[in-house]
């Protein structure tokens, strides 16, 4: 660690971990009650076990975004942070705020929340993914301002390089199109065309900007290579990521209420999207070939190169999949939908925070890496993940390309709760997988606990 | 292209490239804001609607069920099941959840008043008559 301040990072970093395993509990409770409808049933409806699954995921990736930000930008600015105490203020505020959310939905009926909560006087709750109260939103606001100021006040400080700017640039993006979340009219169509300004925006749009920016800084740290070639890549990456990803929010305006142009744009501009991803892969192996000395981290090296590989197939290949409106007329709200957005958010944003956590944990805990028994229980750890989302993805798809053919095609078309029944098959398979994944977390969080001979030179 | 092509460059490329098509996008969005009253059925967007979508909101019912395709996808598509099933039966059988037959999937019962179950149908017959391009492909969801 070349500067003390960013120690803070590591308290964001074991908070991410340890909200990861509730996301990955409740996802588990779910893919039950996928199987016996009423597992758990009064005590977690499938209604709040899935808000607290979604809303945990969202909670832990800006965990791991902040302490992300935390360590790289005194690294790259050549200077402490600026102000260390807000940076643990900022995180104990924006803890309880989350723990008391989710105790909240687990706790009380939804409508009982909304009532205490003063939803009434700003309603903004009950959309997918935007669930939190509206003291929660605002909440939030706060912790992105103050986090915002703290890291814009180092990066002015100090060294400004492509990293850092980039980095800014997608977290005060995530932060001003976040206000959209409050603005929810009584006009349905309104209501979900700008609710997108927040959901696509964030995870087709400024997020990859964050995901790039840290990506380009682990490989420049365990590569070796040349800054300069390393920018130049995410600078192209995330150009055309924006140039695609922007207009690409179209994808979502086919049949919502929307004018019929947006199946032309949006088929044409998110076509495009796989692209950015496609760079990022070539990328990532390129920097890897080209490396200039052998880091001991290796397996943060293999976190590196997996996440560009996961976020292709999931968010480029799966994406594709059903993004060009003739095929989404009859995959739109399907399981199609969630097989995408599970390969998606794990590709790209859940193995970007691990492999940041995995590089920087070490030099954290005062080593430059874990010793070769750490980090092959993390190595294992990895691919049981990767294996398991996979197959999530794949049931999921196999259930979603039958659920279409049952429901949807054909003279005789099935009831939604008739299909359900012919997917019992998938949802098993899923299920199975999902335990799978819970053992790599098992394994994975068992590598921080390993004993064994730190490796120190480089 | 190493020498040619500079850091400089690509740099121009991202703030260029995102500045204009963000451009591009907000001016499509004001277009679509402007010609959203001819399919949003807006002209029936009742005060009764507008609590019903209310209601809809805090009973997380997106939490389940998907609505215009978009939301859970653990129960029934009900952007069209005004036209499917009709005003009585979505009230009785909202207020006849759970069904705790073993084994099947269960909604709970959010103990709506009559008012507030009349501005959820309102609220789903306003959706019914949005026009989504002739989705879903059939009355099934």
Known sequence: MTYTSQSVARLYFIAALGLFAGQILFGLIMGMQYLVGDFLFPLVPFNVARMVHTNLLIVWLLFGFMGAAYYLVPEESEQELHSPFLAKLLFWVFLVAGALTVVGYLSVPYATLAKITGNSLLPTMGREFLEQPTLTKLGIVVVALGFLYNIGMTILKGRKTAITLVLFVGLLGLALFFLFSFYNPDNLVKDKFFWWWVVHLWVEGVWELILGAILAFILIKVTGVDREVIEKWLYLIIAVTLITGIVGTGHHYYWIGTPEHWQWIGSIFSGLEPIPFFMLMVFAFNMVNKRRRQHPNEVASLWAVGTAVMAFLGAGVWGFLHTLSPVNFYTHGTQITAAHGHLAFYGAYVMVVLAIISYAMPILRGRTANGPRAQGLERRGFWMMAIAMIVITLALTGAGVMQVWLQRMGATPLGFMQTQDELRVFYWLREGAGLLFFVGLLAYFGSFLVKDEARVAV | ?141
């Open chain 2, 1 to 141: 292209m190493k020498e040619r092509f500079t850091v400089g460059m690509a740099r121009n490329i991202f703030y260029g490239g995102g500045v204009f098509f963000f451009l591009v996008f907000v001016g499509l969005s004001f277009g679509t804001v402007r010609d959203l009253p001819k399919r949003d059925n807006s002209q029936n967007l009742t005060p009764q609607v507008a609590m019903g979508k209310k209601v809809w909101e805090e009973n997380n019912c997106i939490g389940c069920h998907s609505l215009l395709g978009e939301g859970a996808y653990f129960a029934p598509e009900l952007g069209n099941v005004y036209l499917r099933r009709g005003p009585d039966f979505i009230k009785s059988w909202i207020q006849s959840q759970p069904t705790e037959v073993a084994g099947r999937r269960q909604m709970p019962q959010f103990n709506l008043s009559e008012a507030e179950l009349d501005a959820v149908v309102a609220f789903l017959k306003y959706t019914s008559g949005i026009d989504t391009a002739n989705w879903p492909p059939n009355i099934e969801g």
